[in-house]
């Protein structure tokens, strides 16, 4: 019965599928079965891409026999009754982080794909990228000791980049802590032992056009003694991936001269309507659309900025070249060849979950603990107050 | 009456002494005119070096006529008395940072110098620094908008430097928080408005042979609403200088063939009475003193490793060169010519507060503010709870 490939439909061809697009298109393990858009537009380019036929229907997609799992993307309000009614259907899900907006709603999906025996997996996030990985492997081989103490920080444009109106309400789920904060805490969890005891955090909502939190630096204490410190600032000015050898999010090389670009776009939509619009012309299947199914040229690994694990006896950076590792006498990079395709460490989990029954790290109870914290660094920022997180869990692996 | 040099006798010619020696060498506003040490070493190159007398009785440097003012660089646990007694003596007085091990040793050295009417400064810290002070001035300006976030780090070898006991042992002043913290609270307090309302913070103790702490996570908040991230680890492991360009605190060129020089070193010392030393050997007139009163060449502004100050409108970066400004819609670089001469601007201050009668930034009252911050660090750590520090105030000018 098993194929060699996983029959994947996907459910929103927005801006998270297409940053998975490459990855879909090109890793021969994904036949892409299926797809559901309420967008006319990008419907008729993904069946311009893949000769399939697209339409708005979720139920329709869930009941298709064809697909064995479903890549949820679409806005997160959405992700917990899709994830339902996927699991209803008996098809395995990846959905898009972050996994839900509330732990009651992550407990739900959690519950829904137990009871119907499905795999849940909760990505792509930063915390799959290989170098990421490739730490977690130093780390559990116990050559440099206990992590005592861990520092990321990630200077972006993200508030700047054109937005719907829900992405800038975070009551809706827009802002830095619900979309950014969601992989710097999947990281720092798989690297510093999952389970976070204390959470003190501040937030900035500093720019009144754009009323959700743009940025915010977070301190995480764990089980076991070690802390984390976190800091995000998606305000456009420092660009951080000056520390990570000019190589942006995606592996590209940066190109200095884009400085500001983001806010320059935004400068010729004056209403949120505007912006909206401007958002959506740049969507899979819109006018300016201008991504492809080809693998981006000499990308490197991914990553979501610097991030320094100090051990006992090495501080340990993943970049994107491998990891570095800082040592008691000697620094080295731990080298990785670079990615054959981008993100095909996300297939690598999926495929080996659905197909080999593997454990999943990215799991339903991984996500929830990890929105959990997400959580608690809100529930801090506003109260002033130290949050215990609950939900918290281990690496499976 | 008013000479055109400043008078200055120096208590303690120990390692702070060394780093400011080259400074107060050649800076021609200063005039040494008296030194006391305990040890004879020390004394003996102080007189092969500036052909003045140089003996162990701090009292009698307190009452030498010729002494205007006194740099006490003495152990931190001596602070106080001494301040205490060159101001009985009429004495203005540059003590070395930390300013003291308690608040209330703090208020006594403020109280005995506010009576004699004498002027207070505390330093050298790298809050004196020039792209220091230019980011102040630039952040004053009102230019960018208003102070939103700030991110301080600093990864050094700060603990394998060879040490005395006593710099092992938290409760005589020994560890990162008194020594290196001050630095890092000094500058994001001149940087964040000054007045500190909260503080949560982790520290990191985890060598059994150097039990004090090593590193630190902390988390500020200002009156105000801005908040500011300071990580520091002194393990030397990873080297924040890498983000600086490659200098070193010191403005010096780095050269990375000498990682783990610091742990090297110390592996001829087993015991702290080796360790102890090994230190000595290095001090001021000791046989393995190599230091000279000569400028270092080419040396670029101090700093303490990477700041970023986020602002409404830009993010700005003081670094060997001066204060880099990323803007909403570019970046560039404010220059500073490279030093005249190392920490003049300690001595700028000291001058113009002395001879000027000018305000001090750095004054007893200023230090006293980051001492609060420094202790609260330490006991939030310990606490796991929040602390709010007392004695905040704004910078003075």
């Known amino acids: 019965m098993t194929s060699s490939k996983l029959r994947l439909g996907v459910a929103g061809l927005g801006r998270a599928f297409t940053l998975m697009l490459p990855t879909l298109a090109n890793d021969t393990r994904i036949q892409l079965v299926a797809a559901t858009d309420p967008q006319p537009l990008a419907c008729a380019q993904f069946e311009r891409d893949f000769g399939i036929a697209c339409d708005p229907n979720f ?12 890549y949820i993307a ?17 098809k395995h899900v990846m959905v898009e ?42 780390i559990q081989s116990g050559a440099f000791g206990r992590v005592r103490m861990i520092h990321a920080l990630n200077y972006t444009d993200f508030l700047y980049r054109p937005r719907r109106p829900e992405e800038l309400d975070t009551r809706a789920g827009g802002g830095v802590i619900f979309s950014q904060a969601a992989h710097q805490i999947d990281i720092v969890r798989l690297l510093g032992g ?3 005891n204390s959470v003190m955090a501040h937030t900035g909502a500093w720019d009144a056009a754009r009323p959700t939190e743009g940025a915010y630096s977070a301190l995480l204490g764990f089980e076991g003694g070690a802390f984390a410190s976190m800091s995000y600032n998606g305000y456009g000015h420092f660009d951080s991936d000056r520390w990570m050898d000019g190589i942006g999010e995606l592996g590209q090389t940066k190109n200095w001269a884009e400085h500001g670009i983001a ?23 819109a006018a300016q659309w201008s991504g492809s199914l080809a693998l981006p040229p000499n990308a490197q690994h991914q990553h979501f900025g610097p991030i320094i694990v100090s051990c006992d006896h090495a501080d340990l950076r993943p970049t994107p070249q491998g990891v570095w590792i800082d040592g008691d006498f000697d ?67």
Request: charged fraction near 15%; proline fraction near 7%; charge should be positive.
């Open 59 to 70: 139920e329709a997609l869930c009941a298709n026999p064809k697909v064995q799992a479903i």
């Open 74 to 90: 679409t806005p997160h309000q959405l992700h917990a009754a899709q994830v339902e009614m996927a699991a209803a259907h008996g």
């Open 97 to 138: 982080k972050p996994m839900a907006l509330t732990l009651d709603e992550c407990t739900r999906m959690i519950e829904a794909t137990a009871r119907a025996g499905v795999v849940l997996m909760v990505g792509h996030s930063h915390s799959f990228n290989a170098p990421i990985l490739k730490a977690h492997q130093l």
């Open 194 to 196: 999952g389970c976070v």
């Open 263 to 285: 806010r320059k776009r935004l400068m010729n939509a004056s209403t949120a309507s505007d912006e909206a619009t401007l958002k959506a012309s740049r969507n899979y299947g």
């Open 331 to 397: 620094v080295k990079l731990d080298a990785l060849e670079p990615p054959p395709l981008p993100r095909s460490e996300v297939i690598d989990e999926l495929y080996n979950a659905i197909v080999h029954s593997k454990p999943v790290l990215h799991s339903g109870i991984w996500a929830r603990a990890t929105t959990a914290v997400s959580l608690a660094i809100l529930n801090s920022a506003q109260s002033g107050q130290i949050q215990i997180p609950t939900h918290q869990m281990p690496p499976a692996y």
